[in-house]
């Protein structure tokens, strides 16, 4: 009976550490009013093996001005042990507005997350096009995450030996915090 009830809390115990289905509910209290989630990506964002969220968000409002700062918030949310999410980080000025895309449409590409950093992909322009990738990681004694590379590539419709690649990592770059950065 004791070896029963041992498994049993085992088993609970097991089950509590499972990641439970990241759904709209779970974040749903962080979005402010007027807006919603633009996109949402889960993974380890601090080395705690329990994966936490990235929102990017955008205005509601159809005609709303999207060149607005605050227009496209990117939002960290950080699991606890218990899987509930708190907010780590805003950044009002990453994600660019929706309406500079050029002939590519909404600039904002995508996040991904890897090994306790993300990148952010941004893609404007018509006959010249920049993509960007800015790479944040996590620095565990500053409990912050601090650029890390930034890779723009340009290129030109109409030339395509013209493409050009400039990669900033390391020393090239200043250590800014996710929560003070603004662009390149």
């Not at 289905?21 to 080395?47: C, Q």
């Not at 409002?61 to 496209?72: K, V």
């Not at 999410?85 to 929706?98: E, F, G, K, Q, Y």
């Not at 993509?131 to 590379?149: A, G, H, I, M």
Request: net charge neutral; with cysteine.
């Amino acid at each position: 009976m004791k070896t029963f009830f041992l498994s049993l809390a085992l088993l609970s115990a097991i089950a509590l550490r499972a990641q439970p289905p990241i759904g709209h509910d779970a974040f749903k209290k962080f979005v402010p009013t007027g807006y919603e989630v633009r996109d949402t990506v889960s993974g380890d964002l601090n080395g705690d093996h329990i994966p936490d969220v990235v929102l990017v968000l955008q205005s509601k409002a159809a005609g709303a001005s999207l060149d607005t700062p605050g227009s496209r918030p990117f939002m960290i949310l950080l699991r606890n042990n218990h899987y509930q999410l708190s907010l780590a980080v805003t950044n009002r000025d990453l994600i660019l507005p929706a309406d500079i895309g050029g002939t590519q449409g909404d600039p904002y590409v995508s996040t991904t997350i890897d090994n306790c950093s993300f990148t952010i992909q941004q893609y404007y322009g018509s006959r010249e096009r920049t993509r960007t990738e800015t790479t944040f990681c996590y620095v565990p004694s500053k409990q912050d995450w601090l650029l890390n590379k930034v890779v723009i590539t340009t290129e030109n419709a109409l030339d395509a030996d013209a493409t050009k690649t400039v990669i900033k990592k390391g020393k090239q770059l200043k250590p800014v915090s996710i929560r003070d950065y603004t662009g390149e």
